[in-house]
């Protein structure tokens, strides 16, 4: 009877062993893990619905911006080449320039400011055939430009506070 007990004790033992090594085998199918983020921008074509010349902001403060797949101009402000772009969707992503014209510590823009050379980002929404929203980041003690696009990538977004005022844009028709 005791030869019986330990084959029955032994018996359970490898099956709760067994069950245990395939209990983990499947949980470690089954485990999920955060795939890293890839960050996906690329130039557009010069005929891509961003592309244009876009107007708005009040008599008092005019805006006008003008895009083209490769360069991005706020009239009167800052400049930049090297246009790409994430597209979120249809209608919303972000535009990353490599800054040619910005503003320098006196409020003036000039070729020479610091931030030239280095990327900068505008947010876009609301996109169709007439109409845009316009934001250039902005938060107060954030940044104003990055070394890298994949730094200019990670740091301006939405999440991280940048791009809380949006202009609404109409586009110009070409004459």
């Known amino acids: 009877m005791k030869s019986t007990r330990l084959s029955l004790l032994r018996a359970k033992a490898v099956l709760f062993a067994l069950v245990s ?16 983020v890839e960050h996906v921008y690329k130039q557009i074509d010069a ?7 876009w107007t708005g902001g009040s ?22 080449n090297n246009l790409v ?3 979120l969707d249809s209608t919303s992503g972000y535009i990353y320039i490599k800054y040619t014209v910005a503003m320098n510590a006196d409020w003036s823009y000039s070729e020479t400011a610091p931030d030239v050379g280095k990327w900068y980002a505008i ?51 070409s004459e």
């Open 47 to 53: 005929d891509d619905l961003l592309v244009g010349t």
């Open 123 to 173: 947010s876009y929404k609301d996109l169709g055939a007439e109409k845009i929203s316009l934001s250039g980041a902005y938060k107060k003690d954030g940044a104003t430009s990055c070394k890298t696009l994949d730094e200019a990538v990670t740091e301006f977004t939405v999440d991280n506070g940048y791009f809380g005022t949006y202009s609404s844009c109409t586009r110009q028709k």
């Open 21 to 36: 090594v395939l209990a983990f085998s499947f949980s470690a199918c089954n485990v999920t893990t955060e795939p890293e």
């Open 85 to 87: 772009v994430q597209k």
């Open 59 to 80: 008599t008092e403060w005019p805006e006008s911006y003008t895009i083209t797949n490769t360069t991005f101009e706020s009239k009167g402000s800052y400049k930049g």
